[in-house]
T-cell receptor, first 119, second 115 residues
């Protein structure tokens, strides 16, 4: 089945120790998103890739970076995790059609998430 | 900016009870509206959607109607089951104004259904 896969499902890291979360997809979607979801809160978009173009949200801290080496994979790097970065990190994909302003919508497909604990 | 306000709960219902989860939105354009569901330990799944005013989305017995005049997209189900226990998120999309879709979520509502 086509799907969005996130590894690992649970990640424990130490305060200040860099960590990388992985997302892969078999849907061949051209857009990939990273969301942060803290306990009992709504998912918050950190950034997304539209093909190879990186789009950072204005309020995403510099501590969070992302890489997309190819269509299938996207990584979230947290350079120096703090206690406040403990959260569920959700990856999502979609197929965007048309140019900016197009009203065509394609569903976002979410992975199961990686729960990050910072000690 | 765009925002979504929804009932936060938590809510506990008995099986076969009627469910309504209120959702209202603020948006500058003409957003698409969604309900996502998150079962314990899992990612978000799209439950239903509506892309324009007066559209009704439906799935698995759930329904929601896009009401432009009241900027609302309330979720309803006539008879809930234990398996409906989950967290429900209302969301809107800016329809690709920035070149790709961006979702803005409400805070979510945890529903527990008891036998």
């Amino acid at each position: 089945d086509a799907m969005v896969i996130q590894n690992p499902r649970y990640q424990v890291t130490q305060f200040g120790k860099p960590v990388t979360l992985s997302c892969s997809q078999t849907l061949n979607h051209n857009v990939m998103y990273w969301y942060q979801q803290k306990s009992s809160q709504a998912p918050k978009l950190l950034f997304h890739y539209y093909d190879k173009d990186f789009n950072n949200e204005a309020d995403t801290p510099d501590n969070f970076q992302s890489r997309r080496p190819n269509t299938s994979f996207c990584f979230l790097d947290i350079r120096s995790p703090g206690l406040g970065d403990a959260a569920m990190y959700l990856c999502a994909t979609s197929r965007a059609l048309g140019t900016s302003g197009s009203s065509s919508y394609n569903e976002q497909f979410f992975g199961p998430g990686t729960r990050l604990t910072v000690l | 900016g765009d925002s979504v306000t929804q009932m936060e709960g938590p809510v506990t219902l008995s099986e076969e009870a009627f469910l309504t989860i209120n959702c209202t939105y603020t948006a500058t354009g003409y957003p698409s509206l969604f309900w996502y569901v998150q079962y314990p330990g899992e990612g978000l799944q799209l439950l239903l959607k509506a892309t324009k005013a007066d559209d009704k989305g439906s799935n698995k017995g759930f329904e929601a109607t896009y009401r432009k005049e009241t900027t609302s997209f309330h979720l309803e189900k006539g008879s809930v089951q234990v398996s409906d226990s989950a967290v429900y998120f209302c969301a809107l999309s800016d329809n690709g104004q920035g070149g790709s879709e961006k979702l803005v979520f409400g805070k979510g509502m945890k529903l527990t259904v008891n036998p």
